[in-house]
């Protein structure tokens, strides 16, 4: 196989094709929206994923921003605290995790990480084998802005209200440094 092209995105470098390749998060294509700032490294112009079967990204969160809105999914996932504070709601309890905590979540467990301190960073990564949700009603979620009012299983329905995301420049002090 030979090595992808990475090409110009709308804020940084994106791969173009199937291949391997190599891409610093500093020069990644981010956005920016209601559940923070992000990269997933993907971003082919045909709108393909480059990760069929796993998906990662990194995501900055402000303080008390949530990454996305409490739920439930019928696969595994695990998220790493790179930098910074985090809230961890998870099964209606509140958990707070600093730097390098590793957080695992089997299927169908209901979380959502939210910005704590100064903000956080965090390296979330799982399978793309499964395909059910559920987004139940929360008053943890919805007491920290990471919740739906009706349950739904639809994520369109969850994030009906959320305004697209945009690009953004990356921050050099989102990473920690070596």
């Known amino acids: 196989m030979s090595e992808a092209r990475l090409e110009k995105g709308e804020s940084g470098l994106v791969p173009a094709d ?5 891409l ?3 020069d990644a294509d981010w956005k920016t929206g209601s ?11 045909d709108g393909g ?10 995501s900055r969160l402000e303080p008390g921003q949530p990454m996305c809105h409490y739920h439930g999914e019928d696969d595994q996932e695990a998220f790493l605290i790179l930098k910074g ?13 600093k ?8 299927a169908w467990v209901e979380h959502v990480i939210v910005g704590a301190g100064e903000g956080c960073t965090v390296l979330a990564f ?20 990471a919740g739906v009012e009706e349950e739904t299983s639809d994520p369109e329905v969850s994030y009906k209200d959320i305004p697209p995301d945009a690009p953004t420049a990356f921050a050099a002090d989102w990473l920690p440094r070596g």
């Open 126 to 145: 799982g399978t793309r084998s499964g395909e059910d949700v559920r987004y139940p009603r929360s008053e943890l979620a919805l007491r920290h802005g």
């Open 18 to 22: 199937d291949g391997w390749f190599v």
């Open 49 to 58: 994923r480059m990760f069929e079967r796993m998906g990662f990204n990194i």
């Open 99 to 106: 730097e390098w905590d590793l957080v695992h979540m089997p």
């Open 24 to 26: 610093n998060a500093a």
């Open 35 to 45: 559940f923070g700032s992000y990269t997933t490294f993907e971003g082919r112009k």
């Open 85 to 97: 504070d985090a809230l961890l709601l998870v099964e209606e309890q509140e958990r707070a995790l």
